[in-house]
């Protein structure tokens, strides 16, 4: 059985290591769950390893708004106290607070 801990929380908000977005945490998987072709896709001199967290994001960045799916090794916290403007934010969470989204439903 795969035991992993996610470094980061749903609903907190976190910035690309390398790419200039940032962007709220709202699912987890406990390792690469996502398609060979998407895995593939990335040069392999920067390829993250399979076996580790990949966040699931409401990202953007100066020009758009996206879906992120990100390593843990390629996400840093993000101090900046500045929520997210993503449009979908508020179907998934409910107020921002010192950094972080109040998950709109709980989870069991």
Request: glycine content about 4%; aromatic content about 16%.
């Amino acid at each position: 059985m795969l035991r992993t801990r996610a470094k980061y929380n749903l609903g907190q908000v976190v910035r690309h290591r390398k790419h200039p977005f940032r962007g709220v945490v709202f699912d987890v998987d406990p390792e690469f769950s996502n398609t060979e072709e998407w895995y593939e896709a990335i040069p392999e001199e920067s390829r993250p390893a399979r076996e580790q967290p990949y966040y699931h994001l409401l990202a953007e960045n100066d020009q758009t708004y996206y879906v992120a799916y990100v390593s843990e090794q390629n996400l840093i916290a993000d101090y900046s106290g500045e929520p997210v403007s993503h449009p979908d934010v508020f179907d998934m969470f409910t107020g921002f607070d010192d950094g972080n989204y109040q998950l709109q439903y709980p989870l069991n």
